[in-house]
């Protein structure tokens, strides 16, 4: 995966700011600073809104706010920001899948006392946010 740009990283930051926010537990707040780790499509969908936002700007800039071009510009940084929410989602509840699941080496090095809260709120996560653990297609497993 090719390097975010300044632009593209705050984005990103962004958006992942919201999931490490979301959670309590250590585990599950470190598994979100790097949730997106290597995925071709965070990446893209970062580009594509920091480029999106520069096209809406210079949009208003040369026609005006309330112009049709800056607001579709405006309008397509605001559906690629749900698109990446929609996708962090996805991965988020793959995360929150192995943890509920505890699977994976990450339960090898991690403390008793640190395992059951995390376990416990993933499986929550994943039941308020099932239409994610189903694009994610982790729904059936952590619910049977």
Not at 44 to 73: K, P, Q, V
Request: proline content about 1%.
């Amino acid at each position: 995966m090719a390097q975010l740009s300044y632009r593209g990283r705050k984005r990103l930051s962004e958006a992942r700011s919201t999931f490490i926010e979301a959670f309590d537990s250590r585990v599950l707040e470190d598994w979100m600073h790097s949730v997106d780790d290597g995925d071709d499509l965070v990446y893209h969908y970062a580009e594509a809104i920091a480029n999106a936002e520069c096209a809406a700007d210079e949009a208003d800039e040369r026609y005006g706010w309330d112009d049709d071009t800056s607001l579709n510009a405006g309008s397509a940084v605001g559906e690629l920001t749900g698109a990446l929410e929609m996708h962090l989602e996805a991965l988020v509840a793959e995360i929150c899948a192995m943890v509920a699941q505890r699977e994976g080496e990450w339960t090898e090095y991690t403390d008793d006392e640190e395992i059951e809260p995390a376990v416990h709120e993933a499986r929550e996560w994943l039941q308020e946010h099932q239409d994610a653990a189903e694009r994610a297609g982790v729904w059936k497993e952590v619910s049977a």
